[in-house]
């Protein structure tokens, strides 16, 4: 005798959740330790993952503290010892904390006159790919300043390009420097525009602005209407 529609239905449901049931059951009967396991295993991973960031994020700070330290030291006249301070710092994992150490580092030695020290700091500062860029910009423009008078003008050209170009946080010195290169091998037509370039910038500081419109004067070229401070000034010529 055949079943109404509606009980043919219900009966259809219940076995079929009593099938489900069964599989549910089995599935947990062979695979539950695993699926245990699993479970454990992501939650160790994500406890070890967070204890790691608080671990790194007290080291850096503990790290930032130390360099803090050691500049204190250099203001006390105790620049032997701040150095020796700094030298481990500059192998932290922190990115931050090794570009401080090492730039700290480079300046003392360029205080105590160490050019070789200094210049070798600032071209591991700009190679360490792992930094920020800003850092890296920063210690090209340093080094290229330690090394200026030992380089050959392209060199010091072809290394400052990238950052002699309006627009760029270190345009200011990395183009004055890049303009004194082309005097020094005799392109007076590009220093000279590359100085009244640097005098229009008003990003630049208004020390370098003004000094750009001096030189570029001096090399026939009147930058004078981009003289930061009194418009009456003129440029010396």
Known sequence: MALPPDQAETFVREVDENLRRDQVRDAARRYGKWILVAVVLFLAAVGGYLYWQYRQSERASDDSEA???????????????????????????NDVTRASALLAR????????????????????????????????LATVRGTAVDFDTMKPDAAIARLAPLAQ?????????????????????????????FAKIAADKQVPETIRSRAVQIAGSLGVDASAFLPGDP????AR
């Open 166 to 194: 309006s627009g760029n946080a270190f345009f200011g010195t990395a183009g004055e420097m890049t303009a004194m290169a082309m005097l020094a091998k005799g392109d007076k037509a590009g220093a000279g525009a590359l």
């Open 232 to 235: 009456a000034a003129t440029p």
């Open 106 to 137: 480079a300046a003392l030695a360029t205080r105590q006159n160490d050019r070789k020290t200094a210049s070798d700091l600032y071209q591991q500062v700009a190679a360490d790919e792992g930094l920020p860029q800003p850092f890296r910009d």
């Open 67 to 93: 360099v803090s330290a050691a500049l204190d030291k250099v203001t006390s006249g105790n620049v032997k010892e701040a150095a020796a301070e700094l030298v481990p710092l500059g192998g932290s994992t």
